[in-house]
């Protein structure tokens, strides 16, 4: 068995919610959200973050706007629409449950 | 980039150039792709702009080489995103669009290059090897390894996945289907050595011609067993290879049939740097699919085993239709060589009878009428010649590939040869007609009556020796001697009987067929065979009889039978024994009935009882120089009172005995005669 593969199969599983809530908190753009990501010690590629993005975008939870910048091209600032934020809800009531799950299992071993 | 301008160095461009097409490639399939290509794109360029921003005057390759590192390689996201719904390609570690490396390459089944499931040529692929070598080593395993070769391959089948993989480029053999004698395998294995073909025919040939070579005329029985084990190995061979092969039929093929210079040494070349780079990776991959294997193991083979068994079947037909018509073509080469087989016992035959003298003795003493030996060449050259023509036509064309009029000679040479049944069919009911009744001559010889009363016979003449005087006879043969005009033979039989009165007579009977008994009658009267008193107790009998060419070899037969008065004697002298009935064309014997004594010539009629062929010499049971008495039963009895038959009947096997048990006698007498004369000598001492 290869750990890495474990270990990233556990972190994709969260990356949709981790993504949601930074972008919850307000405004971002994406490398703005790999730093953050970075930050929580939660690391993502952008390779991976824009797909995701995007697929979040054509879903309809996320919603962007165009912001030109001095330095360089425009960028694409998220924020989280209400269907967004309806995903969010029900992804953070999800988390807590798994979350007590696996610290009762993990206590009791 | 994004509708800027940035300064940018080659290398960097070359790299950068790259991983865009490289991302392009992977979200080909995704939803959005063009956005996330964009957005993506806008990051690099922001990117740049920072460090040109910083100072940069370009960007380098270090500066993409870091780009590219923080939004992540292709392979990265591959990694972390594998799950289902994702509409990536599945894309392994070793970028299967991208050009494979040879130090990463897999073993996989090759579904592009397959003859059952592609194992030899993906084996093949993975060796840098033409897939043609592998199918052969294949083929011998699975030939001369009891089998295991099949085993390996099923094995690998059903374990090794399949791929697309890519053509073979090298040099590659092949079978020419522009010079193909048989299945063109010598030319193929020629043009890839690039030499003549002419040499590798020679080769697969070289055993069996010289295993028919090896006997003499009599090659079909005498074949050499070392001769014709490699026989049957090179044919063997040469079925693997054909089967096996692949035919050479585009100008594609043709030119990798021929490709560059290939030798021995380059191919090792190849295939050691090769491996020698893919073993340790090899081994690498090896351990960790066998884990993979092991986790999958229940999914795998249900569905392995489902499309195996597809696979399978599918495979099965090409192979049995590829297998058909090898089985198909080898059924008319057998045939063709059953042909030749013919074709050359005919020409042998033909050889003997045109050039040897062997025409002139058939024509001369058998054929008599110049009709008659019309019809027997007609049907030499009708039914021996056309065949062989025909045989040796049908081979030419063959191996020139001319496919055109062959309706036409068939036809042709049928009705030819039909002619040559008709021929010899009249020829034989002509000839045995001739061979019809047997008639015999009796004469009257007179001769003075010896007045010892014993009868010495002898033979003084030479015996007959053949004179060598036939160009295709050679040899040492002794009682018969033969030429164009005259024939002798020693074939002469000598029986003593019991007169009828108290004198002796020498009756000398002659016998011949014919077509007629007229004309038997005459042939037999002309046989010419005498004897004369060489004193009054010596009687001198003539070395063999003479047929002439004109009257014909007819089967003729010359019997001396010399009546011997009660109680009178006769002796033979070694001389008999040597020269007559030597070399006995037609030794008969027949049953003689004392009391049909007289009517001979009943008794010499052409029952087949009568004939009884009897190869065994001598024929006499007599011995030369025993002074032999005649007894009433017509016997012959010597000083000891034993009687010798002599007349040839089932006695014969009697007499025999007799003649043994008195060699022995013989024997036991002088041995015993050389003991006493030792011991009488030991005494002296």
């Known amino acids: ?109 | 980039m994004s509708g800027r301008v940035i300064a940018i160095e080659d290398s960097a461009y070359t790299s950068l150039k790259a991983y865009l097409e490289s991302l392009h490639q992977y979200f080909a399939q995704e939803e959005g792709h063009d956005e996330i290509l964009n957005d993506i794109e806008s990051r690099i360029a922001e990117l740049m702009d920072e460090r040109i921003h910083r100072g940069s005057q370009a960007i380098t390759a270090g500066d993409i080489e870091s780009i590219i590192a923080s939004i992540g390689r292709v392979e990265d996201f591959a990694a972390a995103d594998e799950e289902p719904g994702n509409t990536h390609k599945q894309w392994d570690n070793q970028g299967g669009a991208s050009t494979t490396s040879t130090k990463n390459k897999r073993f996989y089944r090759d579904v592009n290059d397959k003859i059952a499931g592609g194992v030899c040529s993906g084996l093949a692929a993975y060796l840098n090897l033409d897939p043609a070598l592998v199918r052969i080593v294949f083929a011998i395993l699975a030939l001369g390894g009891i089998g295991s070769g099949i085993l390996l391959y099923i094995i690998l089948w059903i374990f090794v996945p399949a791929a697309p993989l890519e053509r073979y480029k090298g040099r590659r053999l092949f079978r020419d289907a522009d010079d193909k004698w048989i299945g063109g395998v010598c030319s193929g294995i020629a043009r890839y050595f690039d030499k003549e073909p002419w040499i590798f025919r020679l080769i697969f040939a070289a055993p069996f011609l010289l295993s028919m070579f090896s006997g003499t005329i009599g090659f079909l029985i005498g074949t050499s067993f070392i001769f014709g084990s490699f026989t049957g190995t090179f044919i063997l061979i040469y079925l693997v290879l054909w089967i096996v092969l692949p035919i050479a039929t585009t100008d594609f093929e043709k030119m990798e049939m021929r490709g560059e210079k290939v030798d021995l040494r380059s191919i090792r070349n190849n295939v050691m740097a090769d491996i020698k780079d893919r073993t340790s990776s090899f081994g690498a991959e090896v351990s960790e699919s066998a884990s993979r294997i092991s986790g999958d193991a229940r999914n795998f083979i249900s569905t392995r085993g489902r499309s195996f068994a597809q696979e399978a079947r599918e495979a099965g037909k090409p192979i049995a239709a590829r297998g058909g018509h090898v089985i198909g073509s080898l059924l008319k080469y057998f045939l063709l060589f059953i042909g030749i087989m013919i074709a050359f016992s005919l020409f042998m035959v033909l050889i003997s009878y045109s050039f040897g003298g062997f025409s002139g003795i058939f024509n001369n003493f058998i054929l008599r009428s110049p009709g008659q030996r019309t019809l027997g060449w007609a049907t030499i050259i009708l039914f021996f010649g056309v065949p062989l023509i025909g045989l040796v036509t049908l081979m030419v064309r063959r191996a020139l590939r001319i496919r055109t009029g062959g309706k036409y000679f068939g036809m042709g040479y049928s009705i030819l040869w039909i002619g040559g049944w008709i021929c010899l069919v009249a020829l034989i009911a002509q000839v045995s007609q001739e061979f019809g009744p047997r008639e015999i001559v009796t004469q009257n010889m007179p001769i003075t009556q010896p007045v010892n009363g014993n009868l010495y016979i002898t033979v003084p003449d030479p015996g007959i020796e053949y004179s060598n005087s036939l160009p295709f006879l050679k040899g040492d043969i002794s009682g018969w001697d033969i030429n164009r005009d005259i024939m002798k033979s020693a074939g002469v039989m000598v029986l003593p009987s019991l007169s009828p009165d108290s004198q002796y007579h020498v009756i000398v009977k002659r016998s011949a067929m014919g077509s007629s008994a007229k004309e038997a009658t005459d042939r037999a009267s002309h046989i010419s065979y005498g004897l004369h008193n060489r004193s009054d107790s010596v009687l001198a009998l003539d070395n063999g009889y003479t047929i002439t060419a004109a009257e014909g070899y007819r089967v003729q037969q010359v019997v001396v039978e010399i009546q011997v008065p009660l109680g009178k004697h006769i002796t033979f002298d070694g001389s008999v024994y040597e020269k007559l009935e030597s070399f006995n064309l037609n030794p008969i014997h027949f049953n003689h009935n004392h009391k049909r004594r007289n009517q001979w010539a009943v008794g010499w009629s052409h029952h087949s009882d009568d004939w009884d062929m009897n190869w065994e010499t001598p024929v006499n049971s007599w011995k030369p120089g025993i002074v032999y008495t005649m007894t009433a039963g017509g016997e012959l009895m010597d000083a000891a009172a034993n009687t010798v038959s002599s007349h040839l009947n089932g006695n014969y096997h009697r007499d025999s005995t007799h003649r043994v048990m008195d060699s022995l006698e013989q024997s036991i007498d002088r041995i015993q005669e050389r003991k006493d004369r030792l011991e009488e000598s030991e005494e002296d001492d």
């Open chain 1, 1 to 109: 068995m290869n750990i890495d593969n474990t270990q990233s199969q556990m972190r994709k599983g969260i990356h949709e919610f981790c993504i949601l809530s930074i972008i919850r908190q307000g405004e971002a753009y994406p490398s703005d959200i790999v730093e953050k990501m970075r930050a929580a010690n939660l690391s993502i590629l952008e390779g991976t973050l824009y797909p995701l993005l995007t697929r979040l975008k054509n879903a309809g939870m996320l919603s962007y706007r165009w912001v030109e910048s001095n330095s360089g091209p425009p960028r694409k600032y998220f924020s989280l629409s209400t269907e967004g934020e309806t995903f969010y809800k029900e992804l953070f009531t999800t988390w807590q449950e798994l979350s007590t799950a696996v610290n009762l299992l993990t206590q009791a071993s």
